[in-house]
């Protein structure tokens, strides 16, 4: 006989499957995805005092697929460029600007 999910599990179930399904609208899937209830072995009698949600690991292209679609949310939808300039490229793009500036103001 199974016992039924107490409400902190119940909740923690329900959040787990609504990032899930978030998640997959937006092409990513978390395979590992689980809840934990931390030292539910330590209380055996009583139930647990909350629950986790347990997101478990990627691999790097989901992880930056992941990046990518919470830096787009966080920025009000404006798509980020998912690969930055490293330091010296922004350098010379400046410096491309310049040079294309100054060619104009002669």
């Given amino acids: 006989m199974t016992t039924p999910p107490t409400p902190k599990i119940q909740e923690a179930l329900s959040a787990r ?3 899930a399904a978030a998640l997959s ?10 809840i934990r209830t ?13 629950a986790l949600v347990q ?11 992941l990046a990518e679609v919470i830096t787009k949310g966080a920025t009000g939808g404006v798509a980020q460029d998912s690969h930055p300039l490293t330091r010296s490229e922004r350098l010379s793009a400046l410096l491309a600007e310049r040079n294309a500036h100054s060619r104009k103001t002669r």
């Avoid at 997101?55 to 697929?65: E, Y």
């Fill in 25 to 34: 609208q937006a092409g990513i899937q978390l395979p590992a995805m689980d």
């Fill in 55 to 65: 997101l478990g690991v990627c691999s790097p292209p989901v992880a930056l697929r």
């Fill in 38 to 50: 931390p030292w539910a072995d330590d209380r055996k009698d009583e139930a647990p005092p909350y």
């Fill in 17 to 19: 499957d609504t990032l």
